[in-house]
T-cell receptor, first 112, second 117 residues
Framework: QKEVEQDPGPLSVPEGAIVSLNCTYSNSAFQYFMWYRQYSRKGPELLMYTYSSGNKEDGRFTAQVDKSSKYISLFIRDSQPSDSATYLCAMSGTSGTYKYIFGTGTRLKVLA | DTAVSQTPKYLVTQMGNDKSIKCEQNLGHDTMYWYKQDSKKFLKIMFSYNNKELIINETVPNRFSPKSPDKAHLNLHINSLELGDSAVYFC????????????????FGPGTRLTVL
C-alpha cells in the first residue's frame, strides 16, 4: 500500500462546478498537508498549506484535513477552465525523514 | 525575478552519455531538493541538501551524483545515462527542512525534460 493514495482521474467538470479532490494516507505521523497545482509542462506551484486538522480557505479554494480519518480534501468553487491542471497532494512531518510524500496527482479538466 | 531556475529546460542525449543539470534559487533558502517525475506524474524525492550538507539520499543509482557548491546552487550529474532515466527532473527549495516546521514550504523550478535515446 502506498503511503499516499490519490485518484489519478481524469476528472472532467463543467465550468462553474464545485470540484472535490481527495487524498488518503496511511501514516498518522504526517502533520503538514499541502496541495500543489501543476500545469502541463510546468513545475508544481503551492496552492494551500495546512498544519494538522481543520479547514483553510483562500479565495475559491478550501483545504480540509481530517486526521482521524487520514483524509484530506481540496475544494474548488466556481471552477474555471484555467483551473484545468494536475493537482498533487503532499504530506510531511514524520520524524527524521525530512521529506514530502506526494500523491500521484489528479488530472482535472474544466470544460467551458 | 525567477525564484528557482534550472538549466537546461530540455536535454536529449544518447544512452551511455554523461550529463549535468543545474539549479539555482534566489530565495535565500537553506534547503534544496531534486525530484524525478515519471510519465505518470509521480513525483519522487531523490536528494536533498541543507546548508550544503546531504540530508536525503533515496535509493537512487550511484550514477546520479548531486553537488551543492553553495546554499543557492544544487547541481545533478548523471553518468552512463540509461533509457529509464528519461523523465522530468525538478529542483525545489525551502527555507527549512521538510517536515520540521511550517518553513518547509517547497518552491519548484520549471523542470528539465530529459530524453535518453
Amino acid at each position: 500500500q502506498k503511503e499516499v493514495e490519490q485518484d489519478p482521474g481524469p476528472l472532467s467538470v463543467p465550468e462553474g462546478a464545485i470540484v472535490s479532490l481527495n487524498c488518503t494516507y496511511s501514516n498518522s505521523a504526517f502533520q503538514y498537508f499541502m496541495w500543489y497545482r501543476q500545469y502541463s509542462r510546468k513545475g508544481p506551484e503551492l496552492l494551500m498549506y495546512t498544519y494538522s486538522s481543520g479547514n483553510k480557505e483562500d479565495g475559491r479554494f478550501t483545504a480540509q484535513v481530517d486526521k482521524s480519518s487520514k483524509y484530506i480534501s481540496l475544494f474548488i468553487r466556481d471552477s474555471q477552465p484555467s483551473d484545468s491542471a494536475t493537482y498533487l497532494c503532499a504530506m510531511s512531518g514524520t520524524s527524521g525523514t525530512y521529506k514530502y510524500i506526494f500523491g500521484t496527482g489528479t488530472r482535472l479538466k474544466v470544460l467551458a | 525575478d525567477t525564484a528557482v531556475s534550472q538549466t537546461p529546460k530540455y536535454l536529449v542525449t544518447q544512452m551511455g552519455n554523461d550529463k549535468s543539470i543545474k539549479c539555482e534559487q534566489n530565495l535565500g533558502h537553506d534547503t534544496m531538493y531534486w525530484y524525478k517525475q515519471d510519465s505518470k506524474k509521480f513525483l519522487k524525492i531523490m536528494f536533498s541538501y541543507n546548508n550544503k550538507e546531504l540530508i536525503i539520499n533515496e535509493t537512487v543509482p550511484n550514477r546520479f551524483s548531486p553537488k551543492s557548491p553553495d546554499k543557492a546552487h544544487l547541481n545533478l550529474h548523471i553518468n552512463s545515462l540509461e533509457l529509464g532515466d528519461s523523465a522530468v527532473y525538478f529542483c525545489a527549495s525551502s527555507l527549512g527542512l521538510a517536515g520540521v516546521s511550517s518553513t518547509d514550504t517547497q518552491y519548484f523550478g520549471p523542470g528539465t525534460r530529459l530524453t535518453v535515446l
